[in-house]
C-alpha cells in the first residue's frame, strides 16, 4: 500500500500536466470539447469562463474524479489518478466542517496517502505538516479548532494539507469564492509565491480583474477552449463576449472599457475587468 | 465496599456487567465515526432491521439464545450491505431509502414473531434487552466482537477520520474510500447487535450515539471525543447494572438513562 511520490526525479522539462483533445460529455451536450493545453513546472494557470462552462469538470478530470469521454491527460507523463502529487481543492468543500480536528490534524491527513494502511504518521509526517503549515502562514493557528477558521484562513489550510501531501501541481476550483478583497489576494499572493517554488498551479476563477496580476497564462472555456495565451491576449473584448455571450455587457467609459458580467448567480452582477481602450 | 462487591457473587450479574462494558466500549468508538458521518439513522434502522433474523433464529432454534445472536448478527450485516448499495446505485437518497427497508424489516419481524405462540413475553426480550440473561456463551461472543470492534477501529484510526472528515479528500488520495464505507457499516452492524443485547432493539440507538454525543461536545479533538465517549459508555454500562440490581429497573434503560444524563450534564461545558 505504500506509495511514493516521485515527482522530484521528473526532468524539468516534462510538463506537469498535459491535455490532448479532451472531451467530457454531459447529459446531451458535451460539457467540454476539443480542450488541449500543458501546464508546465512553476506556472501559474487560470482558468476562466462563465458559470457552465466546464471549469468544474475540467478540474475534477484533471484530479481523477471523472473520466474523460475522450482524449488524454497525462500528468507528469502518466494517467491521472496514478498520482500523489496533485493537490484538488473542490469548489465546495464537501468536509465536515464541525469535525473535532485542529488545523495541524487536518494537514497532518496530507501525509495518510503516503503512509500505508494500518501504519501510524511518524514524527517525518509532523515534520513536513509543520513545515507546510509556515509555507502558508498558518502556524500560529496550528492548535485552533478547525470550526473556528475564516474563509481565508481555510483555504491556506487546505493548500497546507496539499503541501504535506507533497503535492507539485495544485488544482483550485474557486478557491476565491465567497472571500472577501484582502483574504483573496492573500490567497492569490499565496499561490503565485508557491508558484515561483515550482509548484504548478491551475486555478479556475471568475475574478478576471485579478488573473492578468497573479497568473503566467489563462484558458478561457466556454464548453470549448476560447482562448489560451497570456491573460492580456485572452481576456479582450471579443473572447470575452464569445465566452459571456449574453451575460456580459461591455461598458465604454472614459477611463477604458469595463466588462460587466453575471459571473456568479443569476440577477447578480459583477466587475469582471477593467481594461484600457 | 460491600455496596459493590455484594452483586458480585451472582454469575449472571457478573457476565452482565462484563457484557455491557463491553458493548459500552464498543458502541462508544464505533458510534463517534457514526455521528461524525451523519449515520444515526442507519444505526437506529440496523437495530430494529435485525428483528426478522432474531425472529427466524428464534424459531428455528427455539430456547437457544446464541443461535438467536448470530441470525441477529447475519440479518445486521446483510441489511447493511444492502442499504449501502441501496444507497449508491438508486436515485433514491439514502435516508428515503433506509427508511423503506428499515420498516419494512421490522415489519417482517413482527409478523414472524406474532405467528409463534407466546410472542408477546419474548418480544419484549427482543425490544428491550435481557442483559441479565446472558449466558457463558453469549458473554465470550459479546468479549469477542467487542474487541475485534475496537481494534479494528484502532487499527484503522487515521484513515477512517479522513473518509469521514473529507471523503473527496481521500479519494484523490487514491484510499480504497469504497471499502471503507463497507467497513464502517460492518463495523456499525456488529455494535449494534452487541448494544441489542445489552439494552435491546429500542434502545441500542442510545449506546451508539449518547456517549459519543458527550465526548463531542467536550472535546477539542477526535482521540479526546473518542476517549471521553468511552468513559461516559463504559461508567454508564458500569453505574446502571448497580443501579438496576438495587433499584430493581431494567437494566437497559438504567444504562440508557445514566447515559442521558451525562450528556445532560455536560451541555453546560461544551466547547
Known amino acids: 500500500m505504500r506509495r511514493s511520490c516521485l515527482c522530484d526525479s521528473h526532468p524539468p522539462e516534462l510538463p506537469a500536466v498535459e491535455v490532448r483533445d479532451l472531451r467530457v460529455d454531459g447529459d446531451d451536450a458535451p460539457i467540454l470539447s ?42 507528469f507523463g502518466e494517467p491521472p489518478g496514478k498520482h500523489l502529487c496533485l493537490g484538488y481543492l473542490p469548489q465546495r468543500s464537501e468536509a465536515e466542517w464541525n469535525f473535532p480536528a485542529t488545523v495541524r490534524d487536518v494537514v497532518l491527513m496530507g501525509r495518510v496517502g503516503q503512509s500505508g494502511l494500518f501504519r501510524r504518521l511518524g514524527r517525518a509526517d ?70 515561483h517554488q515550482g509548484l504548478s498551479v491551475l ?62 448567480c443569476p440577477g447578480e452582477r459583477r466587475e469582471l475587468s477593467p481594461r484600457a481602450p | 465496599m460491600s455496596f459493590l462487591l455484594e452483586p458480585l457473587k451472582y ?34 434502522a440496523l437495530a430494529h432491521a435485525v428483528l426478522p433474523g432474531v425472529a427466524v433464529g428464534y424459531v428455528l432454534h427455539r430456547g437457544n439464545r446464541s443461535a438467536v445472536f448470530y441470525w441477529a448478527l447475519g ?12 444507497g449508491k446505485k ?34 419484549v426480550h427482543f425490544l428491550f434487552g435481557n442483559l441479565l440473561a446472558v449466558s457463558p456463551a453469549d458473554l465470550w461472543l459479546i468479549l469477542g466482537l467487542s474487541l475485534g470492534v475496537i481494534a479494528l477501529a ?10 469521514t472528515f473529507d471523503p473527496v479528500f481521500a479519494r484523490t488520495l487514491r484510499l480504497p474510500t469504497e471499502a471503507m464505507r463497507y467497513l464502517l457499516l460492518l463495523l456499525v452492524a456488529i455494535t449494534v447487535v ?51 440490581y438495587y433499584l430493581g429497573i431494567a437494566p437497559g434503560a438504567a444504562v440508557v438513562l445514566l447515559a442521558t444524563g451525562f450528556f445532560l450534564l455536560s451541555l453546560p461545558f461544551r466547547r
Open chain 2, 154 to 163: 484502532l487499527a484503522l484510526w487515521k484513515e477512517l477520520a479522513l473518509v
Open chain 1, 203 to 264: 486555478v479556475s476563477i471568475h475574478e478576471l480583474d485579478l488573473v492578468v496580476n497573479y497568473f503566467d497564462r489563462a484558458l478561457l472555456l466556454r464548453n470549448r477552449p476560447i482562448a489560451l495565451g497570456k491573460p492580456q491576449e485572452v481576456l479582450t473584448p471579443e473572447n470575452l463576449r464569445a465566452a459571456y455571450g449574453k451575460a456580459l455587457h461591455l461598458i465604454h467609459t472614459s477611463e477604458g472599457t469595463l466588462a460587466l458580467g453575471e459571473a456568479c
Open chain 1, 126 to 195: 509532523c515534520q513536513k505538516a509543520e513545515e507546510a503549515l509556515s509555507r502558508v502562514g498558518l502556524s500560529h493557528l496550528a492548535d485552533r479548532r478547525i470550526r473556528e477558521l475564516s474563509g481565508g484562513e481555510r483555504q491556506r489550510m487546505l493548500i497546507a494539507r496539499a503541501l504535506a501531501q507533497e503535492a507539485k501541481i495544485l488544482l483550485l476550483d474557486e478557491p476565491l469564492a465567497g472571500l472577501d478583497a484582502p483574504a483573496q489576494e492573500e490567497i492569490l499572493n499565496l499561490l503565485r509565491d508557491l508558484s
Open chain 2, 90 to 123: 438508486g436515485r433514491l437518497k439514502e435516508d428515503a431509502a433506509i427508511g423503506v427497508v428499515f420498516a419494512g424489516m421490522f415489519a417482517l419481524g413482527i409478523a414472524l414473531i406474532s405467528s409463534v405462540r407466546g410472542y408477546a413475553v419474548d418480544l
Open chain 2, 194 to 244: 452487541t448494544a441489542l443485547r445489552v439494552v435491546g432493539v429500542a434502545l441500542s440507538l442510545a449506546m451508539l450515539v449518547t456517549p459519543p454525543a458527550t465526548g463531542y461536545l467536550l472535546a477539542k479533538r477526535l482521540p479526546g471525543m473518542v476517549a471521553l465517549a468511552n468513559v461516559f459508555g463504559i461508567l454508564s454500562g458500569f453505574v446502571g447494572l448497580y443501579l438496576s
Open chain 1, 34 to 75: 476539443g480542450v488541449s493545453f500543458s501546464l508546465a513546472q512553476g506556472e501559474a494557470l487560470a482558468v476562466v469562463g462563465p458559470n457552465g462552462a466546464g471549469k468544474t469538470t475540467l478540474i475534477m478530470a484533471l484530479a481523477g474524479l471523472i473520466k474523460p469521454s475522450s482524449g488524454e491527460i497525462r500528468v
Open chain 2, 75 to 86: 440479518t445486521a450485516l446483510a441489511t447493511s450491505f444492502a442499504i449501502g448499495t441501496i
Open chain 2, 11 to 44: 454469575g449472571f450479574f457478573v457476565r452482565a456487567l462484563i457484557a455491557a462494558l463491553a458493548a459500552s466500549a464498543a458502541c462508544a468508538t464505533v458510534g463517534s465515526f457514526v455521528i461524525l458521518r451523519g449515520m444515526t439513522f442507519l444505526g437506529d
